[in-house]
T-cell receptor, first 112, second 113 residues
Framework: DQQVKQNSPSLSVQEGRISILNCDYTNSMFDYFLWYKKYPAEGPTFLISISSIKDKNEDGRFTVFLNKSAKHLSLHIVPSQPGDSAVYFCAAIENSGYALNFGKGTSLLVTP | DTGVSQDPRHKITKRGQNVTFRCDPISEHNRLYWYRQTLGQGPEFLTYFQNEAQLEKSRLLSDRFSAERPKGSFSTLEIQRTEQGDSAMYLC???????????FGQGTRLTVV
């Protein structure tokens, strides 16, 4: 049972524009959310996270928004750069949990 | 390089053979995790250690899979009698106790032929 869902397998955005990647979850016990970026043949790289007590966290070009009532989060990348082209995974973890629950990922392509 | 290190990066083995992968976590991290990723899927949790204690192993895929972390530092994941369905990327990650941000290694790509 997929508790974390990324319904868009792929996204294409022009360089300089905003990329918005979406993630939905079903488990109300999740209280910490993370985004990972993955290049082919590499392990996932931690990007940004957000606690359930917040609705926004920003780090440079990356901002994550959390809507707990809708069980939805999104990652905004502004401005998008060609080097951002990768697969982005949304992950969630329960309070005092240990296992990250991942979505299937969204492949982002940023074109020049 | 002080990140998570995995060895080997690639492994091709014949069906029925045993394979062992090694993971060296970030030195100050006392939690170590193993995940598996197959094509088109996100990483799937397998097991984790806090120091040398394996605190969760019920999600290992079968009794052919086992993991150890004998001295609380590096860990090994062994798959016995490999099957073609075991072909996947095996990822190791580490974190601080109570830390939710897990840092991943580059993975070991296993191909069973």
């Amino acid at each position: 049972d997929q508790q974390v869902k990324q319904n868009s397998p792929s996204l294409s955005v022009q360089e300089g524009r905003i990329s918005i990647l979406n993630c939905d979850y079903t488990n109300s016990m999740f209280d910490y959310f993370l985004w990972y970026k993955k290049y082919p043949a590499e392990g996932p790289t931690f990007l940004i996270s957000i606690s359930s007590i917040k609705d926004k966290n920003e780090d440079g070009r990356f901002t994550v928004f959390l809507n707990k009532s809708a069980k939805h989060l999104s990652l905004h990348i502004v401005p998008s750069q060609p080097g951002d082209s990768a697969v982005y995974f949304c992950a969630a973890i329960e309070n005092s949990g240990y296992a990250l629950n991942f979505g299937k990922g969204t492949s982002l392509l940023v074109t020049p | 390089d002080t990140g998570v290190s995995q060895d080997p990066r690639h492994k091709i083995t014949k069906r029925g053979q045993n394979v062992t992968f090694r993971c060296d976590p970030i030195s100050e991290h006392n939690r170590l995790y193993w995940y598996r990723q197959t094509l088109g899927q996100g990483p799937e949790f397998l097991t984790y250690f806090q120091n040398e204690a394996q605190l969760e192993k019920s999600r290992l895929l079968s009794d052919r899979f086992s993991a150890e972390r004998p001295k609380g530092s590096f860990s090994t994941l062994e798959i016995q009698r490999t099957e073609q369905g075991d072909s996947a990327m095996y990822l190791c990650a580490s974190s601080l106790e109570g830390g939710s941000e897990a840092f991943f290694g580059q993975g070991t790509r296993l191909t069973v032929v």
